[in-house]
């Protein structure tokens, strides 16, 4: 079927021509597409139109287009997760069929402050444990983590046997995480955390925040995860009510 046989708008066209294109391998990855001239005239389309499409692709993180360069082809996510499940970043590696392994930035026991001891619901906290993480997928970073939870809770000592901050807040506190509430928030350039995770300064990465509850809904867990964007793609599954 051309193009012109298909009812639908032009650019949503362009946009299956160009996402079978990257899937058959006619633009390879990582790659420069043809200059906007060239592709327009190998689809038959305007450039208005093929700007349309791909200011599209580029929403759904398919290509970058780079201004006075051109337009690449982005890597497919090696990771990809619904949102609504509860999974540990351990878990989503091992998934993946790679092997997940950790490095340890730092450790502490500091003095919890009123806002903590506000967001954890313990009015007499004294101690909140702080960890700071890269996550590696077969030896290569692709998250950084930021944990804190109240000391009673996560001991480092019980952190090393079980290497699940999860499994050693359940075993320590005999709370069952069951669910959190999170945000997601696109990151521009952090030299820090660019850097830990080896990334360039043109790529994203997305921040994952979550309070993680126990099953009677006591707060247990705050974390701020780091996940190349590149790497990783959440979904959420929304259901009509």
Request: with cysteine; aromatic share 8%; net charge negative.
């Amino acid at each position: 079927m051309t193009l012109r046989e298909d009812d639908r708008h032009l650019y949503l066209q362009v946009m299956d021509k160009i996402k079978t294109g990257i899937e058959d391998g006619t633009y390879i990855e990582e790659a420069k597409l043809p200059s906007e001239y060239a592709l327009s005239k190998q689809l038959g389309v305007s450039r208005a139109t093929l700007r349309e499409a791909l200011r599209m692709l580029e929403e759904d993180n398919i290509v970058t287009r780079r201004h006075g360069v051109g337009t690449f082809v982005n890597s497919k996510p090696l990771f990809q997760a619904g949102i609504e499940e509860l999974n540990s970043v351990t878990q989503m590696i091992k998934q993946s069929g790679k092997e997940p392994g950790t490095q340890y930035i730092s450790t502490d026991i500091l003095d919890a402050t009123e806002q903590e001891q506000y967001d954890f619901g313990m009015s007499d906290l004294e101690h909140v444990t702080t960890i700071e993480r890269i996550r590696t997928a077969d030896g290569a970073p692709v998250v950084f983590c930021m944990d804190k939870a109240p000391s009673p809770y996560l001991s480092l000592e019980k952190l090393w046997e079980e290497a699940s901050i999860f499994s050693t807040i359940e075993s320590v506190s005999n709370k069952q995480i069951a669910y959190a509430i999170a945000d997601i928030e696109p990151i521009t350039y952090h030299e820090r955390i660019y850097s830990i995770l080896q990334c360039t300064p043109d790529e994203s990465l997305l921040l994952l925040k979550q309070m993680h509850y126990s099953s009677d809904d006591e707060a247990v867990l705050y974390s701020m995860n780091y996940f190349r964007a590149d790497m990783f793609r959440f979904q959420v599954v929304r259901r009509r009510i």
